[in-house]
């Protein structure tokens, strides 16, 4: 059974999932009941979400449903309408959009509350989703708990059914079968009783019970249900009736499909199966008979092997133009490596033939399955099938070729055609994976032939298949004879430079394949883009692993630049390696700049990452350090990230203004730290970043916080500036003078001290006092000549 889209199984919820069940509000008494108060608010925001027709208000609405109903379970947890808010809080939380709330929701809702219509709509809930995405082991059990709280009897089978289902699809059909039976015997299961005693039906087919699954799908197939489960049911009756050798029962339910109503989705495999029996019983024109009747096609392999039956029908007629056509439609259905697309080609040969076609292969073809096995020890069938091969192998089937070879005796050939045999043998065989036989053939070849013109492409051959066989040694030995001789193609020269520097590589030889892959860039003009590319990385690889990071750089990089899609990341990562090792953070961060734009930063380690972070942020690159920081921090499981990243990502985001995503930063901090010095750091951070989102009150208050730890030094001067700043937009500016005064007095920062003279000559232009913001104004120039204003 194909899984069903999400939207159809939600359509087809029972009751207690179409609809919210009916909250069990308690009876207000004499004394007021401040819990179904508080319930009642939030479902009344619920129902008027339902109601409402924009789908922005309706999220709106659905969302504060929610944040109500979530207040209302932590406040009276044990109320009569708690289990009733679980549930709506999950669907508030699945109708706004957000699935992964309400799936915890609901899956809390079963843990606590064990029965009861809530629990049935949520198990129903959570197993739908499962079942969209092919979870079936998670799906079935909440399937089978849907089924045992149906809030109606005809939940119950439904659940079953589904439950049945899923164990179907993972394999388990003892727990399938056990579902199915439950459907069956349900007095309210009517409306599924006829497809689960089917499913029934296939599953003991599958165990090999033919009887009894023959009985199954006949009670289904003879009985008044829907057409499409008969159909189903009568065409496995057929497969049933076959195999027990029922071939007249098995006919009936065919034909029966094939004349019915509403059963057009089984006629194509019915008309399959009984084209076949027909087939098997040498009824050839039966078979067409029924091939014609219908218009309905099957798909795929299935529409092929009809096909395939009628066309072979036709060939026993003696109508090969028409069987041609058929047989040439089954290889367009299935893909070549498909067993009827290798048959129908063979039979289209053959009625290739029969209608004079003029191809070489199809009519040594039909010429090996008239005369084959009548002279199997023929020259003429030998050259015969030489022809073949050499035809196959033009025409690059070298497979089939290949199989040709295997069956020609060389000694039944004449000497002319020996060395050819023995070359085109020998290539065709290594194409075709046979690395031993071709060099068995090759060898032949180079010994007995040393004067022919293909000796050199013969030794380039025999060369890869010694190293496709585990035999580098004799493969670089035969690569070398190439190098060095100097009536040897270029090409081929190019070749033996660049397997033979492969194959040292394959081998872990990486001093050689420095020497073989520079050989190449050195002694071989016109290369390709690509192999100048394969040689510049992989000489630069061999660099980095013996440890020259240095002189490697050039050739990644040239590597990347020839062919960017194959080695822009491996060179990349590569080059952050040695970048990292060095201790070179500019050209670090520009690679890790790269390995983000081509999505490959996760294959960057992350100490190299972290450490890119911190060097960006001393340098003073704030945005740079935040980028590389957000890489490493892991927001899911924030206790696995070092409290130094939290710090300087937060820091970082705040140099940037990135002010509302620097605080979820900072909480993660501030969990984990003890340390109070650093704790005031962190709510200093706060306190600057809700500043800078003007939210001045819990910035005060954050501030406030962080003073109580009695901070040192520069955390304790930040902190009076940020005072001076929330003193400035209450407009207490006496506050504010006092703050920055302080800093100006008692503190000698760098960065700080200037900082709270500029702010505290501001607070003194405010108030009017001209002389004294001169007079402070001449301070900072003279102190901190080089200092300018953020």
């Given at each position: 059974?194909?899984?069903?889209?999400?939207?159809?199984?939600?359509?087809?919820?029972?009751a207690?999932?179409?609809?919210?069940?009916?909250?069990?509000?308690?009876?207000?008494?004499?004394?007021?009941?401040?819990g179904?108060?508080?319930?009642?608010?939030?479902?009344?925001l619920?129902?008027?979400?339902?109601?409402?027709?924009?789908?922005?208000t309706?999220?709106?609405?659905?969302?504060?449903?929610?944040?109500?109903?979530s207040?209302?379970?932590?406040?009276?947890?044990?109320?009569?309408?708690?289990?009733?808010?679980?549930?709506?809080?999950?669907?508030?939380?699945?109708?706004?959009?957000?699935?992964?709330?309400?799936?915890?929701?609901?899956?809390?809702?079963?843990?606590?509350?064990?029965r009861?219509?809530?629990?049935?709509?949520a198990?129903?809930?959570?197993?739908?989703?499962?079942?969209?995405?092919?979870?079936?082991?998670?799906?079935?059990?909440?399937?089978e708990?849907?089924?045992?709280n149906?809030?109606k009897?005809?939940?119950?089978?439904?659940?079953?059914?589904?439950?049945?289902?899923?164990?179907?699809?993972?394999?388990?059909?003892?727990?399938a079968?056990?579902?199915?039976k439950?459907?069956?015997?349900d007095?309210?299961?009517?409306?599924?009783?006829?497809?689960?005693?089917?499913?029934?039906?296939?599953?003991?087919l599958?165990?090999?019970?033919?009887?009894?699954?023959?009985d199954l799908?006949?009670?289904?197939?003879?009985?008044?249900?829907?057409?499409?489960?008969?159909?189903?049911?009568?065409l496995?009756?057929?497969?049933?009736?076959?195999k027990?050798?029922?071939?007249?029962?098995?006919?009936?339910?065919?034909?029966?499909?094939l004349?019915?109503?509403?059963?057009?989705?089984?006629?194509?495999?019915?008309?399959?199966?009984?084209?076949e029996?027909?087939?098997?019983?040498?009824?050839?024109?039966?078979?067409?008979?029924?091939?014609r009747?219908?218009?309905?096609?099957?798909?795929?392999?299935?529409?092929?092997f009809?096909?395939?039956?009628?066309?072979?029908?036709?060939?026993?007629?003696?109508?090969?133009?028409?069987a041609?056509?058929?047989?040439?439609?089954?290889?367009?259905l299935?893909?070549?490596?498909?067993d009827l697309?290798?048959?129908?080609?063979?039979?289209?040969?053959?009625?290739?033939?029969?209608?004079?076609?003029k191809?070489?292969?199809?009519?040594?073809?039909?010429?090996?399955?008239?005369?084959?096995?009548?002279?199997?020890?023929?020259?003429?069938?030998?050259?015969?099938?030489?022809?073949?091969?050499?035809?196959?192998?033009?025409?690059?089937?070298?497979?089939?070729?290949?199989?040709?070879?295997?069956?020609?005796?060389?000694?039944l050939?004449?000497e002319?055609?020996?060395?050819?045999?023995?070359?085109?043998?020998?290539?065709?065989?290594?194409?075709?994976?046979?690395a031993?036989?071709?060099?068995?053939?090759?060898?032949d070849?180079?010994?007995?032939?040393?004067?022919?013109k293909?000796v050199?492409?013969?030794?380039a051959?025999?060369a890869?298949?010694?190293a496709?066989?585990?035999?580098?040694?004799?493969?670089?030995?035969?690569?070398?004879?190439?190098?060095?001789?100097?009536?040897?193609?270029?090409?081929?020269?190019?070749?033996?430079?660049?397997?033979?520097?492969r194959?040292?590589?394959?081998?872990?030889?990486i001093?050689?394949?420095?020497v073989?892959?520079?050989g190449?860039l050195?002694?071989?003009?016109?290369?390709?883009?690509?192999?100048?590319a394969?040689?510049n990385?992989?000489?630069?690889?061999?660099?980095?692993?013996?440890?020259?990071?240095?002189?490697?750089?050039?050739?990644?990089?040239?590597a990347?630049?020839?062919?960017?899609?194959?080695?822009?990341?491996?060179?990349?990562l590569?080059?952050?390696?040695?970048?990292?090792?060095?201790?070179?953070?500019?050209?670090?961060?520009?690679?890790?700049?790269?390995?983000?734009?081509?999505?490959?930063?996760?294959?960057?380690?992350?100490?190299?990452?972290?450490w890119?972070?911190?060097?960006?942020?001393n340098?003073?690159?704030?945005?740079?350090?935040?980028?590389?920081?957000?890489?490493?921090?892991n927001?899911?499981?924030?206790?696995?990230?070092?409290?130094?990243?939290?710090?300087y990502?937060?820091?970082?985001?705040?140099?940037?203004?990135?002010?509302?995503?620097?605080?979820?930063?900072?909480?993660?901090?501030?969990?984990?730290?003890?340390?109070?010095?650093?704790?005031?750091?962190?709510?200093?951070?706060?306190?600057?970043?809700?500043l800078?989102?003007?939210?001045?009150?819990?910035?005060?208050?954050?501030?406030?916080?962080?003073?109580?730890?009695?901070p040192?030094g520069?955390?304790?001067?930040?902190l009076?500036?940020?005072?001076?700043?929330l003193?400035?937009?209450?407009?207490?500016?006496?506050?504010?003078?006092?703050?920055?005064?302080?800093?100006n007095?008692?503190?000698?920062d760098?960065?700080?001290?200037?900082?709270?003279?500029?702010?505290?000559?501001?607070?003194?232009?405010?108030?009017?006092?001209?002389?004294?913001?001169?007079?402070?104004?001449?301070?900072?120039?003279?102190?901190?000549?080089?200092?300018?204003?953020?």
């Amino acid at each position: 059974m194909k899984a069903f889209p999400l939207l159809f199984l939600l359509l087809t919820l029972p009751a207690a999932a179409q609809q919210p069940p009916r909250a069990g509000i308690v009876p207000e008494d004499l004394r007021a009941d401040a819990g179904n108060d508080f319930f009642a608010r939030a479902k009344n925001l619920y129902d008027t979400a339902q109601a409402s027709v924009d789908f922005e208000t309706r999220r709106d609405l659905y969302l504060r449903s929610a944040d109500i109903f979530s207040e209302y379970i932590n406040q009276f947890p044990n109320h009569a309408n708690t289990e009733a808010a679980w549930w709506y809080l999950g669907s508030s939380f699945y109708q706004a959009g957000l699935p992964d709330d309400a799936k915890r929701c609901f899956s809390t809702l079963l843990n606590r509350y064990a029965r009861g219509k809530y629990a049935a709509a949520a198990a129903y809930t959570l197993a739908a989703d499962h079942y969209n995405k092919r979870e079936y082991a998670f799906a079935a059990p909440l399937f089978e708990r849907f089924a045992q709280n149906a809030a109606k009897p005809g939940d119950k089978p439904k659940g079953d059914l589904f439950a049945a289902n899923c164990y179907r699809l993972l394999g388990r059909d003892r727990e399938a079968v056990a579902a199915y039976k439950r459907v069956m015997v349900d007095p309210e299961g009517a409306l599924f009783k006829d497809q689960a005693q089917t499913e029934v039906g296939k599953l003991t087919l599958k165990a090999g019970k033919l009887q009894e699954a023959l009985d199954l799908f006949r009670g289904v197939a003879d009985s008044p249900a829907v057409a499409k489960f008969r159909g189903d049911a009568a065409l496995h009756a057929a497969i049933a009736a076959t195999k027990l050798g029922e071939t007249a029962m098995a006919e009936k339910y065919l034909r029966f499909i094939l004349d019915g109503q509403g059963m057009e989705e089984f006629r194509p495999d019915a008309q399959t199966a009984l084209m076949e029996n027909h087939f098997a019983k040498k009824e050839y024109q039966a078979v067409l008979d029924i091939y014609r009747k219908s218009s309905l096609k099957g798909e795929g392999e299935k529409e092929a092997f009809r096909l395939m039956i009628a066309a072979r029908a036709m060939m026993k007629l003696k109508r090969p133009a028409e069987a041609s056509e058929l047989f040439r439609e089954v290889e367009r259905l299935v893909k070549p490596e498909n067993d009827l697309a290798f048959q129908a080609s063979y039979y289209r040969l053959n009625c290739f033939f029969q209608i004079e076609g003029k191809h070489v292969a199809d009519q040594v073809d039909a010429f090996l399955q008239i005369y084959g096995k009548l002279h199997p020890d023929d020259t003429r069938i030998h050259t015969a099938m030489l022809m073949k091969a050499e035809t196959l192998f033009a025409e690059n089937k070298t497979a089939e070729a290949a199989k040709t070879y295997a069956k020609i005796d060389p000694a039944l050939l004449s000497e002319a055609n020996r060395p050819g045999l023995l070359y085109q043998r020998g290539w065709c065989l290594a194409e075709a994976g046979d690395a031993q036989g071709a060099i068995r053939s090759l060898t032949d070849f180079l010994a007995k032939y040393p004067d022919d013109k293909r000796v050199h492409p013969a030794l380039a051959k025999r060369a890869k298949a010694y190293a496709e066989s585990g035999e580098p040694a004799k493969a670089v030995a035969d690569f070398d004879r190439l190098t060095m001789d100097k009536a040897a193609p270029a090409d081929l020269v190019a070749l033996a430079w660049l397997e033979s520097a492969r194959t040292r590589r394959k081998e872990g030889n990486i001093e050689n394949m420095l020497v073989r892959y520079k050989g190449l860039l050195e002694k071989v003009d016109d290369l390709t883009d690509n192999l100048k590319a394969e040689a510049n990385y992989w000489i630069g690889w061999g660099m980095v692993k013996t440890n020259q990071p240095k002189e490697a750089a050039p050739f990644l990089n040239t590597a990347r630049e020839l062919r960017a899609e194959a080695y822009s990341k491996h060179a990349g990562l590569l080059l952050a390696l040695s970048h990292f090792a060095a201790q070179d953070p500019k050209s670090l961060a520009a690679e890790i700049d790269l390995a983000i734009k081509g999505k490959y930063i996760d294959d960057v380690p992350q100490q190299a990452v972290q450490w890119a972070g911190m060097q960006s942020y001393n340098a003073g690159d704030f945005e740079a350090a935040a980028r590389f920081l957000q890489i490493v921090a892991n927001p899911d499981e924030p206790r696995a990230t070092q409290k130094e990243v939290w710090r300087y990502l937060a820091k970082a985001l705040i140099e940037t203004a990135q002010f509302e995503a620097a605080l979820p930063a900072i909480a993660n901090l501030l969990d984990v730290e003890d340390n109070p010095s650093w704790k005031a750091d962190g709510l200093l951070d706060r306190a600057r970043a809700l500043l800078g989102l003007k939210r001045h009150v819990e910035s005060r208050n954050t501030a406030d916080e962080a003073l109580a730890l009695r901070p040192q030094g520069r955390t304790s001067a930040y902190l009076r500036v940020v005072s001076g700043d929330l003193y400035v937009q209450e407009n207490d500016l006496g506050k504010a003078a006092a703050d920055y005064l302080y800093v100006n007095n008692f503190h000698e920062d760098a960065d700080l001290k200037p900082l709270a003279i500029h702010k505290y000559i501001g607070v003194l232009e405010k108030q009017g006092n001209a002389a004294e913001a001169a007079k402070f104004a001449s301070k900072l120039a003279a102190e901190f000549p080089d200092w300018k204003a953020p």
